[in-house]
């Protein structure tokens, strides 16, 4: 039996998208290590004694995904690792791993830290090409970009599966953290004019207040995964159209027509690199066109990438 550790990103996430995220890198680490024993750490707390030394007594330590990597870990960083935990050498494995925002070449800081916590043996898994050129710039070479583990079931089997033509509902979200309003209610207005029913799954806790704002004619969901899920499972004919990335991933995950709208890093990086169906923030001729034609999903999955994190992952634990 292997001890796993898993950095997980969804304990202490004010997001929901990291339960998505996390659900999925469970399921693969199940998969592929069944006889595993696996711990969870929280990703977005500095650690203790208690979680350095889960981490000194696995075989394996696994990061999960979400952007945890940044030019300047000395400020507010999201993946909470200190100089402590570089100097006792934790040893980590990227797994998804993505970059928080575009940023410019790792600080000094940063370059020594990623040394000591990063697994130098093991192969690292991360979102998009710019996260692998980023840890390349740092002499970190054994990376692969394998896309988010969310994207990893949307075979071209499943994406056949997927509407071509627009439903009659659609379900949206917006992202308070980076809000602009004018472009976001016209983001509404838009899915006012093309759908007949606008739904709102409320990703963080500041989304609604800001949605309402907007358009309080909105028909909110509740908060919560289980809640978006049961939606996306009915069968009723809905589409997603919204600028949270992993909502729109979770919606194409349940084979629903969907559209991402844009706002960072994250989407247009792995929408150029792996064809997921993006649009600008600012492009409403664009997403109103796409709305109403017909949009075939077409993921294209770095499967050698995949296959090749996957068999490190085997022969390393």
């Known amino acids: 039996m292997h001890v796993v550790t898993l950095l997980d ?64 870990m000395w400020w507010r960083p999201v993946w909470k690792v200190s100089p402590i935990d570089a100097l006792r050498g ?19 800081y940063t370059r020594w830290l990623y040394r000591r916590v990063l697994s130098p043996c093991r192969l690292h898994s991360v979102r998009d090409e710019y996260t692998r050129r980023k840890l390349a710039s740092i002499g970190l070479e054994q990376v692969v970009n394998t896309g988010c583990p969310t994207l990893w079931s949307l075979s071209p089997e499943h994406c056949a599966g997927i509407p071509r033509t627009s439903a009659e509902r659609v379900v949206t979200t917006l992202n308070s953290y980076i809000p602009h309003r004018d472009h976001d209610a016209r983001l509404l207005e838009t899915l006012r004019r093309c759908y007949a029913r606008v739904h709102f799954w409320i990703q963080s806790e500041r989304d609604e207040a800001y949605a309402r704002a907007l358009d309080p004619t909105l028909e909110f969901l509740a908060p919560s995964l289980a809640a978006y899920d049961a939606l996306l499972t009915s069968d009723e004919p809905i589409d997603y159209v919204g600028n949270r990335l992993h909502a729109g991933i979770r919606a194409l995950q349940h084979g629903r027509r969907t559209l991402i709208v844009s706002i960072d890093n994250r989407a247009q990086e792995m929408g150029g690199d792996f064809d997921l169906p993006v649009v600008p923030r600012d492009g409403f001729d664009e997403l109103a066109t796409r709305i109403r034609g017909a949009v075939d999903i077409r993921i294209r999955l770095p499967t050698a990438a995949i296959e090749r994190w996957r068999t490190s992952l085997l022969e390393s634990a």
């Open 9 to 72: 990103s969804a304990i202490a996430s004010t997001n929901l998208g990291d339960q998505i995220i996390m659900q999925t890198v469970r399921e693969e680490v199940a998969r592929q290590l069944p006889d595993s024993f696996v711990y969870a750490v929280a990703s977005h707390e500095w650690m203790g004694a208690k979680s350095r030394g889960l981490l000194e007594r696995s075989d394996l330590v696994l990061t999960g995904g979400t952007s945890l990597l940044s030019s300047r």
């Open 90 to 108: 934790l040893d980590v494995t990227l797994f998804g791993a993505g970059w928080y925002q575009f940023q410019g070449r790792p600080d000094p």
